[in-house]
């Protein structure tokens, strides 16, 4: 998929401040948040809008607690492809989007591989039908390394905005 529009946006103290508290609280109502950032509702409301049209806030999402919900196993896999063409990539990227286990797909560089996803399921019984069922039957995909996280020590979804002026 490609990605949005990378101009940049020109964004105030107050912006800033009412993106630390949606990274933190997506739930937020507008007054709550208006309360935070220290402005009246609709001025704040009128600027969330602002920040959700200029591309800069893209979704708003609720983070689940993967092993609650039986979700143990989160693997690290470097993908290597046997063409580097944009059809080739294309169709493997299309392909990926749609396994519900693959938090995360990169597209990089500097490592003897073409592609990094996250992929979290169950158990090792769920990852290896996934990594032969799936990944491996994808065409051109030449070799697959995986690594399993042991603990998760920063796992975080915020940006960090204290370089924003």
């Not at 519900?100 to 990094?116: F, R, S």
Request: glycine content about 6%.
């Amino acid at each position: 998929m490609p990605e949005k529009s990378s101009k940049l946006v020109k964004i105030d103290k107050t912006d800033r401040r009412i993106l630390e508290q949606v990274q933190q609280n997506g739930a937020l109502t507008n007054q709550e948040l208006a309360d935070k950032v220290g402005l009246s509702p609709s001025p704040c409301l009128r600027r969330v809008r602002a920040l959700e049209e200029a591309g800069v806030i893209v979704r708003t999402v609720t983070v689940l607690d993967h092993k609650k919900l039986g979700l143990s196993l989160t693997a690290i896999i470097l993908i290597g492809m046997d063409r580097h063409t944009p059809e080739r990539f294309a169709a493997f990227e299309e392909q990926v989007a749609g396994y519900p286990e693959v938090q995360e797909c990169y597209l990089i560089t500097g490592q003897d591989a073409d592609y990094m996803l996250k992929v979290v399921v169950p158990d090792m019984d769920h990852y290896h039908h996934f990594l032969l069922n799936r990944i491996t039957r994808i065409q051109g995909v030449s070799g697959v390394h995986s690594s399993f996280v042991l603990r998760r020590v920063i796992d975080s979804t915020a940006l960090p905005l204290g370089y924003l002026s």
